[in-house]
Every structure is written in C-alpha cells, then in structure tokens.
C-alpha cells in the first residue's frame, strides 16, 4: 500500500501518540504554540543531539555555547534586528487580516527571508490582483507596511533602572557577542565554529503547518568563523556536511535539495544563501526551507564593533535604543575589539562567518513525515515511523509473552538491565500483536520478548520493526545484540 504523506496524519499521530501537543489546551490552545509530550521530547533531544555529535563532537574545529536568552538591546540595535527584522505585510480593508505580502499570492511558499524588507520598500509590490487568504477579497488592501518581528518585553523592578528588551529571534548573535570570550579563554584558532542550539522566538504574521512554522522555536545553528578569501569555500563545504547530515538521518535523498537565494531575498546580513529544503506535505506539496546556509561575511563582528563604540550614547539618552544610532565605523575597523591576530601570518582581520542554521523543531517535523509510513499486514493497517535509530525516541520494547509462568519477571530483569543503556519501555498488558503495533507507531526499532522457550534456552525473541522479522538471541548477548544493531 503506497505511503500516505498528508499533514493530518501525522498531526493525529503527533497528538494520539504524546509526541505533539497544542500548547495550553485546557484552555481551548494558544495559537502557533506547542508542547511536545513524553515520545516528542525522546525524538526532539534525539535530533539536538544528533546536531552536537555531527558538529560539534566530531570535529576538531568546533566549540559550543549555551547564552541567555535575554540579551543586551544594544545587542540587536547592532545586529540590525531593532531596525530591520520585519516582515512587510498589508492589512485587508474587508476583513482586516494581515498577511505577510510576500504570502498574498501564493500562501504556502516559504520563499522571502524576513528581513529582505529594504529592497521590498524600495519597488512597491503590485497588489491589485492578489487575494485575501482569508475573506477571498481581490486587490482590498492598505499600503504595505513593516511589522517588527521581536517579541518585546521589560526587565528591571525599578523606573530608574528598567529597561526593553527582546526575546531573542535568532541564537547567532550570542556567539557574535562571545566570540572574544570564546577566543580568549581556549585554543581555537580560525578557522573554527562556534555552535549553539536553543529557544528563539518571532512574532510571526503567518504560523503555519503545525510546528513548520510557530512563534517559539529552537534553532541549533553555527558560526564558523574564517578568513576573508576563504568563505566560498567554506560556505560549500558546510552547505555539503549539512545536506549529508540529513541524509545519514534517513531522509530520503529525492524529499531533499538545495535552492540558492536571490539576491533580492537575502537577509540584511548576508552575501549569499542557500536553503536545504524539505518536500513536506503540506500546501500543494511544495519544497520548503528545512536550513539556511549563510555567508554572513564581516557583517556581525563588524556591526558590533560599531555597538561597544556606540555605548556612551546608550548611557546619555538612557537605555532607550530607538534614540541612537550607531557610531561609524572607523578606518582601522579590522584591528577592532573583535578582530582576530593570526600569529603564523601575522595579520591582523575581522573574520569572515559561514553560517548553517538549522530549525530543530522543522527538522523534527520532517524526520516524522518521511518515517510516517503504513502498510497492509495480513489484511490489517500497521501504522509505523520508520525512524534512524538514533532519533527513535524508545530504542527497546521489552514484554513477557503472556503475565504467567514467570516470565514477566524475567521480562522485568531484562527490562532493568536494559535501561541502564538504552531507552527502553515495559509493557505486559494485552495481546502481543497490539503490543508490537504500539511500538510500531512509536517508531521503536527492537522489541524483545520473553516466551516459553526463553524457559528452557534462555533465548529471547527480538522482532525487528521495519522487516518484522524475528531472531533468537540468547540473554547473555542482549546487551551487545542491541549496541551492535542501535550504533549509540
Ligand atoms: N540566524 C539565521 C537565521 O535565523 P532563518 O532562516 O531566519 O535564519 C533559520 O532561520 C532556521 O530556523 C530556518 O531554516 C528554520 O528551520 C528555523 N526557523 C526560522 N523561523 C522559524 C519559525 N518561525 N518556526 C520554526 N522554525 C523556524
């Protein structure tokens, strides 16, 4: 039976199974929120973990962060997000939905970066043939307008000493502003990365697509920090171990590829970019950005060099950053605060930044949808994830064929045993074949099972998920059985 890849599918699993919830359901959900349950938080530690073995356990030349996620403003004055990271969009005059403008025509493309808006104010968008996605009224909207991404909030109990400040849309600019601590305090030398994964957060116009696209996210993303004349080279080199990444997780090589941005959607801060895209099932089955691999040149350091010089200003028109603007830069911007000595050449430079930035939330959503499969067993529907076994939320079932003979008590010692190395889930109750269905769905790779013979030999059976074929293994052997097969 061919494979059905539509959203509500794997929304209804997501929900039935505890791998997605809406966030705050008791109280009727808040919109483009969401919670993951006891196998979606497996799957989603799985996939961040996945991300630091691949970039930065296995390499020499990456490091790792962990930044709060409440910056300094003067943080994102610098970074240009104050000014800059918004989305243009036009209100409807009939039923006064705002879209996103570059949404209008076409509502499931994912194909403007948010801050392209410079380019997008300079040549005013034709719109007096698109649609309201929402009331189907043509060309019945107000002047395109910019609308500020960064969720706001205060800090500070006190009037003299409180202040604004924003959620952080994007992990990078942590590293930016460590990027002298990280160097100063290890070895690294460029070229080398700085790699963060955590919580950022926009106020988006349009969520979309279940966890495709929603205000809270997590991003796992790495600057890699290079000399200038060296970027195109790095930027293919990340933009190949990306793609490979996603591969060697099981996404299927024909549900990926690449596309190069146009110069007009590039963000502020970028050269060039390229975005790993996913064939999600969603809207007509269009391609959409799981990653965008960035060249984000000098930009940044650069951008913050000019903020620490600007910081008196801060001070003087008291901490309000929509009152300043940034000091130029001046000439011998390259021996800044943030440049970097290369002792063997002895030069002295601001580096150049590849960045891959990948979504973890979106790439836990296309590892569901491609391991979403079904098929006809013996005239019945077996539901299953066919997921890497390194994403597979409980690697090992483990169940005493039936509760007697004293089997679910060497059902339980296995089980205990078993734990120690691998997540691992007990279950005894109902018929085995369900018992195998249910691990099916949860996308566990191996079950074991205690049966009558496991009395006599002291074999098991273990019943693989995707062939469901069955071998013996003897008790003794489980351990090194399963680290052999699971590779973790
Ligand atoms: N630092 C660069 C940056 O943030 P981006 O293309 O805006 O670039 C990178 O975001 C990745 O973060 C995207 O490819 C996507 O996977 C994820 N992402 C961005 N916005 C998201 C949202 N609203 N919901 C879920 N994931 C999002």
């Known amino acids: 039976m061919a494979k059905i890849t539509k959203l509500d599918d794997i929304v209804s699993l997501c929900k039935r199974r505890g791998f997605i919830f809406q966030s705050s359901e008791i109280y009727g959900g808040l919109a483009s929120c969401y919670d993951y349950g006891p196998l979606g938080v497996e799957l989603k530690n799985n996939v961040k973990k996945a991300w630091w073995k691949t970039v930065v356990q296995m390499r020499d030349d990456v490091v790792g962060l962990d930044c709060s996620i409440l910056m300094h403003p003067m943080v994102w004055k610098a970074s240009g997000h104050a000014d800059k990271f918004a989305d243009l969009i036009v209100e409807c005059k009939k039923c006064n939905t705002r879209t996103r403008v570059d949404h209008l025509k076409d509502h499931c493309e994912e194909h403007t970066a948010h801050i392209a808006i410079d380019s997008a ?46 959620l952080r849309p994007e992990t990078a600019q942590g590293i930016f502003a460590n990027f002298r601590n990280v160097l100063d305090t290890t070895r690294v030398k460029i070229p080398f990365g700085i790699a ?20 809270e996210f997590e991003q796992a ?37 690449f596309r190069q941005h146009d110069a007009d959607e590039l963000a502020h801060y970028a050269k060039s970019c390229a975005d790993v895209e996913y064939k999600f099932p969603f809207g007509s089955g269009d391609w959409q950005e799981l990653e965008g691999i960035a060249n984000r ?10 903020g620490i010089r600007t910081m008196t200003k801060w001070y003087e028109n008291n901490r309000d950053m929509t009152k300043i603007e940034l000091t130029d830069e001046p000439q011998d911007y390259q021996s800044g605060p943030l440049s970097y000595f290369d002792i063997e050449k002895k030069k002295r430079y601001v580096p150049y930044v590849i960045e891959p930035s990948a979504g973890i939330d979106r790439s836990a959503l296309a590892f569901l949808v491609d391991a979403y499969d079904e098929e006809e067993v013996r005239g019945e529907k077996r539901n299953l994830l066919r997921f890497h076994h390194a994403l597979a939320p409980i690697k090992v079932g483990v169940f005493p064929l039936v509760k007697r003979d004293g089997m679910p008590e060497i059902a339980r010692n ?43 030999d002291k074999t098991v059976t273990v019943r693989k998920r995707d062939s469901m074929e069955q071998v013996r293994v003897t008790t003794d052997s489980l351990k090194s059985f399963l680290y052999d097969k699971l590779e973790v």
Request: include cysteine; charge should be negative; glycine fraction near 8%.
């Open 121 to 166: 104010l300079a040549s005013a968008p034709e719109l007096s043939n698109k649609v309201c996605p929402n009331c189907g009224s043509v060309g019945n909207f107000t002047e395109p307008m910019p609308f500020q991404l960064m969720f706001e909030t205060q800090m500070g109990a006190n009037v003299d000493d409180a202040m604004t400040m924003y």
């Open 196 to 215: 963060q994964i955590g919580k950022s957060f926009r106020n988006e116009v349009t969520t979309k697509a279940f966890i495709f696209r929603t205000r």
């Open 221 to 257: 993303e790495l600057e890699f920090f290079c000399e200038p004349g060296t970027d195109e080279e790095w930027f293919e080199h990340w933009k190949k171990c990306r793609f490979e990444w996603y591969i060697g997780l099981g996404l299927k090589k024909e549900n990926l590829r």
């Open 297 to 306: 040149t000098d930009y940044d350091l650069r951008q913050h060099q000019r």
């Open 414 to 456: 296995i089980y205990e045993d078993m734990k120690k190395h691998f997540n691992c889930f007990y279950d005894e109750k109902g018929a085995i074949g369900r018992r195998y269905r249910r691990q099916d769905e949860a996308g566990t790779p191996f079950c074991i099972t205690v049966d009558g013979q496991t009395l006599e």
